[in-house]
């Protein structure tokens, strides 16, 4: 999971991809990557840490241009601690071509020898986003031997790099002198959205393409469209927009993990808004809770913030029972989800939150957490709320269980991590120490995604084990653990 975001602007664009970073950062927290054009000169800064920490005054200014793109690092290839690793990558040959991705490749082995062996050329680190940048920079080679420079030839080379390439990527890339290529895989799973408004300097059309639609609406863009899935789109710096579909066989399937936790609420992907969806997680976990649980029972439900919020309160409405807030949050500290390690992890959890002990005292509480991954955070919490005084803990995922790994570019590579893998709901609350432990099931979290939209399938490779892109074999499961471990 990163944030990525793209400009084609009239006037400079560096304050305006700082700033859609800024609203990214939720996505991403290990590094930061800006890259500006100006004529056909690239400017880069790239560090590792948070958005507000990389750049200096004399950082932005350096960062000249009208056109630009943004990369916001959550690594899940690749170390998290080595700026190297840090996007946008770079290639000289041909043009010059800059690229940020959000995703996961699955085929990085294959496609490692054959940018060895037969395209001759060197990736300078272990990053998944610099192999599918000297792809695209050898199709773009071959098509372009002897011809023009064109939108077709854009379009052919991707193309042939979706033949090539197997997994999940939503990418942007900047060539130098010539504009701004945006595609997508032939399955969607990343999202990617596009957005337009006109410049008040010329009455030019001005473009930008990125992570999640708040992205647009806070820089004053029209939401246009969202990419297609294998679709590619390339912005000339004077605001000439071409799009074709290059893939063979595209349909859409979603990563259903953005609904559940990974977008921010004020976003809408895919035509859905993620807010919407998480209300109704809530109202169709709530018809299970209903079954499985006396609601004479629970005296209170309690969210842990902030993305399980809309689905705790309408668990709360729909049950007719009081909704309280008894965990508070320092926002100074990140996402435990997103911590690199086990240990950072448990030690993040106890400086992020506090639990209030006058909203626990005897209570019988139900706890709403959007899901359940490794369980260190989730044991924590009902420690919390234990030694603040509670009565009974009875835990509740908007989300099914996590049985099995996300290869798509989300950082649950280890099965054995997963708190669910291979245990029965009774042994996973048994291990948590909680009193009662309820799960959505799979078929209403894809109604709640999916209620009134266009959209049929979602990747759900996570609850399911079924991974879409039909590459993904067992061996190839026990070498992504290896790697990981080691």
């Not at 990736?123 to 372009?144: I, P, W």
Request: aromatic share 8%; charged share 25%; net charge neutral.
């Amino acid at each position: 999971m990163c944030g990525i975001v793209g400009v084609v602007s009239q006037d400079q664009v560096n304050q305006q991809i700082y700033d859609s970073l800024l609203l990214l950062q939720h996505r991403g927290q290990d590094s930061t990557g800006i890259v500006t054009m100006d004529d056909s000169v690239f400017h880069l800064h790239k560090s590792k840490g948070q958005v507000r920490e990389a750049y200096r005054t004399r950082d932005m200014r350096s960062l000249r241009g009208n056109i630009g793109i943004g990369h916001v690092r959550y690594a899940t290839k690749g170390a998290a601690d080595r700026e190297e690793e840090a996007q946008p990558f770079y290639v000289n040959a041909p043009y010059g071509i800059v690229l940020v991705h959000n995703g996961n490749l699955t085929n990085t082995r294959q496609l490692e020898k054959e940018l060895f062996n037969d395209d001759r050329r060197h990736t300078n680190s272990s990053s998944d986003t610099e192999m599918l940048l000297n792809v695209f920079a050898t199709e773009l080679q071959h098509v372009t031997q002897g011809k023009n420079f064109s939108p077709e030839n854009i379009f052919e080379a991707i193309k042939l790099v979706h033949k090539r390439v197997k997994g999940s990527y939503a990418a942007i890339s900047l060539i130098a002198g010539h504009g701004l290529v945006a595609f997508r895989d032939p399955f969607g799973i990343r999202p990617l959205v596009i957005g337009k408004r006109v410049s008040k300097l010329n009455s030019l059309n001005e473009w930008i393409v990125a992570s999640e639609s708040l992205v647009l609406e806070n820089n004053d863009y029209e939401i246009i469209r969202d990419v297609e899935p294998g679709e590619a789109i390339f912005i000339t710096p004077s605001g000439d927009l071409y799009s074709l579909q290059c893939a063979q066989n595209p349909k859409l399937f979603p990563c259903s993990f953005e609904y559940v936790y990974l977008a921010r609420p004020d976003s809408v992907m895919n035509g859905i808004s993620v807010y919407e969806a998480r209300l109704r997680m809530g109202n169709l976990l709530a018809e299970t809770i209903r079954k499985e649980i006396t609601l004479g029972e629970i005296d209170v439900v309690m969210p842990i913030p902030d993305s399980s919020r809309p689905a705790a309160m309408q668990v709360a409405k729909q049950l007719g029972i009081e909704y309280r807030e008894g965990f508070f949050k320092n926002r100074y500290v990140g996402r435990t989800f997103i911590m690199p390690g086990q240990s950072l992890r448990k030690k993040s959890v106890r400086q992020k939150l506090n639990a209030m002990g006058t909203e626990f005292k005897g209570k019988n509480v139900l706890i709403v957490d959007d899901s359940i991954v490794r369980g260190t955070t989730s044991q924590q919490i009902v420690q919390m709320a234990k030694g603040a005084g509670a009565n009974k803990v009875i835990f509740t995922s908007a989300a099914p269980p996590i049985r099995f790994p996300h290869i798509y570019g989300i950082n649950m590579p280890s099965r054995n991590e997963l708190i669910a893998y291979n245990k029965s709901i009774s042994e996973i609350a048994f291990e948590l120490s909680i009193d009662k432990l309820v799960y959505q099931n799979i078929e209403n979290l894809q109604k709640a995604i999916t209620y009134e939209s266009n959209i049929k399938d979602l990747d759900l490779s996570c609850f399911t084990g079924n991974y879409i892109t039909g590459d993904v074999t067992e061996e190839y499961l026990n070498w992504v653990e290896m790697e990981y471990l080691s």
